[in-house]
């Protein structure tokens, strides 16, 4: 949607082809029984992006999209009983970050100067230029600047460590990850730039449910001209002579193209609409991200102790982590996620009602250790017996409906490559923690946007791929 947006802004007639019934991709929405699901991101982060969309057409977003800040930005509970919230205003945070001890604070701050640090740097080049591979970063920062700022040497958890020395803050930090749908342990240092663009562009909600976001963008694309068919999906990129031709619909309808922008992951792309499995084997280093174990309950029961944003954290941590990104395992014992989206929109849910949104990362779908439904099923029950014993009381005999989904239903909607989330997982030592390249290699008018590619995975990271494609084939029309 945002590249549609962005070139037709420039003047371009834009077809947009989208395989389900709603655009919006993952950002999906489900109405059931009284109780309004989002079904895919429930966080919005760095809402300037997206107002970058409207502004460049002379548009105000606030006419489209109604946002709002959430506070606390969420609450972290542990294993222990204690809790630590996380708050935009420095006089709570402070108060808070004080329950871990008198130097947390100041510890606290000197990582988001840090934090601060790598999120600027990366605005300016990255970001703003579209990099796509660590050559041309090294061609932009130059190789010293490259190794020292981003501080290339280091893992996520290993730069957090460097300024905290809570091990439950630690945690917390760590699981900024959940961003990008890694393990702080193998994602680059550079990932800890991920707690100042939340300290920095604020967390928020949008009124009426996150799937607003699409149906503000879905206005703005129609008003620009954009030609939006629902329920058609793509059977195969046309190409001749190293170039794509058009598009050619399941239903067999055929339509021209002399630019096409690709938003199905790469690899499932290049395998099923290109035939292109060489390729697709050559970009096999950049890995799918995790999954995850989706549960939307509506329950009839309010739990005032909950926030917005809630994590229930692991007591241990890094066998979480591995169990999902070395082992292939359901993790025994998980870091949860836990969306309360009625504490901010009580018309989400009925009178007396709340949606609990609950998220444990898993592994993505891996034909050589394949899960089963009874796997799937034992996770949802530890998931929700551990949210019981942390405070949800008879959260099971409170459900009155529910939506389920594992990484099989993830795959099947999205074609997203073996159930991924978040796109490709961020690696330093597989990827270097880049994603896919936006332009394709061998065809010429072929680019590639959304979470696979860079900048990445994420609503803000989707939106402003959208945006780099534009500049990458206005560029490219040039020479």
């Known amino acids: 949607m945002s590249a549609a947006i962005s070139l037709a802004t420039e003047g371009f007639s834009v077809d947009l082809l989208e ?88 510890e606290f701050e000197e990582f988001l100067a840090y934090s601060k640090k790598l999120c600027e740097i990366t605005e300016q080049g990255y970001f703003a230029h579209g990099l796509d591979s660590f050559w041309e970063l090294l061609k932009h920062y130059g190789p010293v600047r490259s190794l020292l700022e981003f501080d290339v040497f280091r893992s ?75 329920n058609s999906e793509v059977a195969e990129i046309q190409q001749h002579g190293g170039r794509a031709t058009g598009v050619r619909l399941l239903d067999g309808t055929v339509i021209s193209a002399d630019i096409v922008v690709s938003n199905m992951e790469v690899i499932p792309a290049y ?24 549960l939307h309950l509506g329950v009839d029961t309010i739990y005032p102790q909950l926030a917005h944003h809630n994590f229930f954290y692991s007591e241990h941590p890094r066998e979480h982590f591995n169990a999902v990104f070395h082992d292939n395992k359901l993790s025994d014992d998980p870091t949860i996620y836990l969306v309360a989206p009625v504490k901010s929109d009580p018309t989400q849910a ?19 250790q394949p899960l089963t439904a009874e796997d799937y099923a034992a996770m949802r029950e530890r998931v929700l017996i551990k949210l019981e014993r942390m405070g949800l009381t008879d959260l099971r005999k409170h459900i009155v409906c529910e939506e389920y989904w594992t990484p099989i239903d993830i795959e099947q909607r999205y074609y997203s490559n073996q159930g991924s989330i978040y796109g490709v997982v961020a690696d330093r030592f597989k990827n270097l923690g880049f994603k896919i390249p936006q332009r394709s290699k061998d065809i010429s008018n072929l680019y590639f946007v959304g979470g696979s590619v860079n900048p990445g995975g994420g609503m803000p990271m989707v939106t402003l791929s959208g945006q780099l494609v534009r500049d990458k084939i206005l560029a490219d029309l040039k020479s």
């Open 19 to 106: 395989k389900n019934d709603k655009v919006g991709g993952k950002l999906n929405i489900l109405e059931k029984d009284g109780f309004t699901f989002d079904l895919g991101p429930s966080i919005l982060t760095m809402p300037h992006i997206f107002q970058a969309l409207f502004d460049r057409v002379g548009k105000n977003m606030a006419d489209y999209i109604n946002i709002q800040t959430v506070e606390p930005h969420w609450r972290n509970f542990f294993e222990d009983g204690s809790t630590l919230d996380l708050s935009s205003d420095p006089v709570i945070m402070k108060q808070e970050l004080d329950k871990l001890g008198p130097n947390t604070a100041k």
């Open 156 to 230: 996520m958890d290993q730069g957090v460590r460097r300024f905290i020395k809570d091990p439950k803050l630690v945690d917390v930090l760590n699981y900024f990850i959940k961003y990008v749908g890694s393990s702080p342990y193998d994602a680059p240092a550079l990932m800890n730039l991920l707690p100042y663009i939340q300290f920095g562009y604020g967390l928020w909600y949008v009124k009426g449910g996150m799937y607003g976001i699409a149906e503000g963008l879905q206005k703005l694309a129609e008003e620009l001209g954009v030609n939006i068919r629902v």
């Open 271 to 294: 395998k099923k609409l290109l035939n292109n499995e060489k390729e697709a084997k050559r970009l096999q280093r950049f890995e799918p991200s995790c999954s995850g174990l989706v």
């Open 350 to 368: 009925p009178p007396g009602c709340e949606i609990i949104k609950i998220l444990p990362h898993i592994p993505h779908l891996n034909p050589e």
